[in-house]
């Protein structure tokens, strides 16, 4: 047996390829879209590592080419629902006792797997089944899901490591045992890092997992369930049902076993699981752990200080980077009188160079949004503020959803600081700008800290640094991860550790130990050497010596 005393070194984050014209990434790349574009998938659920068909079938299509069909998948009905929970409990017995350097090892695998292996395919996927152009699918499916498992096999060493002080005479130790029962995990279309992260964070440490993917992104959560399994995951710890979000919600949160809830999306879904928690609390063995990261009304709050040109590639990139469908994408800017014109003109000549298309086309900065659903609600905005006389859509503002659900970049300009689009979130390359007086920096400062229910993410430019500290003081609670002089968006893993609070979600900051220290629950063991032989204390005994007043 290895007794070694092992421990993990910190990571480097996974360098992002740049597919620039001629290179063998390229290539490699577009040969993996090609064969993916010409087949149609038949996916399955893969309960307790086996394979299993429903014959209830839904279609995985192209957003920019809704009429190209990449994959029919089959939906889990009550039965399957069961069969998973039972699987992950059937597997919690072995799991759990796995030595955590061999559940490193397995991590570990799977980040090697997708950096050489299954790299190009992975991100081919993420391109086609979630419209990300070639850059937005490398940071994302490639390099952010490395880095989550590489820094994760680092985390928990170090949280293993982390014991208590001992006395003379007695040991004392922390043993971080995983929760007790079954993690529901329940994964967004946006992104394919956080679609493995959800269930490879638990179960690192140790936990099994039923996984609900969002049916949007199905193919690549797909091919990540099959990664899986080649790295060594054994089966039942991971169980793959796709199906009614609803249907599934309702059985997983209902069942005795539950302990945790790893939950990307709505903030509207994730009160819904919280009052489901409350409903069931009374069948439940533990209380289950909610962590969950949700909606967001990012900010740019730009100072009087600021450089234009910083602000306007900001915006741009902040709001239009895969159309706006980022929890941290900007949604809403607050900009000085003394500086609009000069960054209105500097974002119209930026609007004026992007192109909307096929995500095969590298060319595109922007590709379609994920379905009909989320066209029909970007362009209602858009609609509701052609209409309003407290705002005019001063570039953009059209869609067309007869290939693809391809939406405009989209700018706002409200005079009203809690207009409809300034508040609720979007999720669509749409920015709403309003313009202060300069003189009302504070004052305007507190309005964006309380206009919208969210607390997610945002920043500030300024060159001037009281403005910048008097800024992080008032949106103190504003956001959780905050950016001075940089867009709100693309946090790394393993230097911004990402969430939010307010309505944005539980700040379990995913891409530190915090959040894997959700998926453990301690038992303090203390070990005495000498135990007493004798129950009486030495106070006890008479003190003949002791003179006594009477």
Known sequence: MNNAIFNIGRPENEHSLDYAPGCKERKALNAELDKLSAEVQDIPLIIGGKEVRTGNVGDVVIPHDHQHVLAHYHKAGEKEIQQAISAALKAHKSWESFPWVDRVSITLKVAELISRKYRFVLNAATMLGQGKNAYQAEIDAACETIDFLKFNAFFISEIYKEQPHSQPGIINRVEYRPLEGFVLTVSPFNFTAIGSNLNMAPVLMGNTVVWKPATTSILSNYILMKIY??????????????????????????????????????????????????????????????????????????????????????????????????????????????????????????ISRITVGDAREFSHFMNAVIDENSFDNIMGYIDHAHKSTDAEVIFGGKGDKSKGYFVDPTVILTTNPHFKTMEEEIFGPVMTIYVYKDKDFEQTLNICDETSPYGLTGSVFSKDRDALNTACRILRYAAGNF????????????????????????????????????????????????????????????????????
Not at 229 to 248: H, K, M, R, T, Y
Not at 262 to 284: E, R, V
Not at 514 to 543: C, G, H, Q, S
């Open 229 to 350: 399994q080649e790295a060594g995951v054994p089966d039942g710890v991971i169980n793959f049902i796709p199906g009614s979000g609803s249907l599934i919600g309702k059985a997983a949160m209902a069942h005795r076993d539950l302990s945790g809830v790893h939950f990307t999306g709505s903030t509207a879904t994730f009160n819904s699981i919280w009052k489901l928690a409350a409903d069931n609390m009374s069948n439940y063995k533990s209380y289950p752990r909610l962590v969950g990261e949700t909606g967001g009304k990012d900010f740019i709050f730009v100072h009087s200080s600021a450089d234009p040109q910083e602000v306007a590639v900001a915006i741009v990139r902040g709001a239009y980077e895969y159309q706006g469908q980022k929890c941290s994408a900007a949604s809403r800017a607050y900009l000085p009188e003394s500086l609009w014109k000069e960054i209105r003109e500097r974002i119209a000549e930026m």
């Open 483 to 550: 950016y001075f002089n940089d867009k709100p968006s693309g946090a790394v893993v393993g230097q911004q550790p990402f969430g939010g609070a307010r309505g944005s979600g539980t700040n379990d900051k995913s891409g530190s130990f915090l959040n894997l220290l959700r998926w453990v629950n301690p038992r303090t063991i203390k070990e005495t050497l000498m135990p007493a032989t004798e129950f009486t204390y030495p106070f006890m005994k008479e003190d003949k010596c002791q003179n006594r007043s009477t």
